[in-house]
């Protein structure tokens, strides 16, 4: 069972639907992804944890320019998002067998299980995607 995480429960994704589309790394079963919802908007999503049933994503809101800097390690990813823009994080809970949410919480840092958070040594060093 994943821990539980403390914050603001949320109807649906800002985004509309999970998805898979743009993939910025994958090694094994923990991944990086973005997304963008309809106004343009985009969300950072690291795999976090998973249980038997769903899998934890924790969503970044960011402009194009902090994910330039995140993905050049001009910011360390702890770091964004233990200071999001928007000042929030979003947990996405997501169903194994159907990929739909099944639980979307607004949260900060402070709310997680510091096992959810990026090492502290961790950087990214991924290029720009090009769809951007």
Not at 74 to 96: K, Q, W
Request: aromatic share 6%; net charge negative; charged share 25%.
């Amino acid at each position: 069972m994943l821990a539980e995480i403390k914050g603001t429960p949320l109807d649906e994704l800002p985004w509309g639907r999970f998805s898979y589309d743009t993939v910025l790394h994958q090694h094994e079963e923990a991944c990086i992804l973005l997304e963008r919802d309809s106004a343009g908007r985009l969300y950072l999503a690291w795999w976090s944890d998973a249980d038997q049933d769903t899998e934890r994503f924790v969503c970044l809101p960011l402009t194009k320019a902090r994910l330039q800097a995140i993905l050049s390690d001009e910011i360390s990813p702890l770091s964004a998002m233990e200071n999001p823009e928007d000042g929030y994080l979003l947990a996405v809970d997501i169903d194994l067998e159907t990929d739909k949410p099944v639980r979307i919480i607004k949260t900060t840092a402070a709310a997680l299980p510091q096992d959810a958070m990026p090492h502290p040594e961790a950087t990214l060093n991924i290029p720009m995607p090009a769809t951007v």
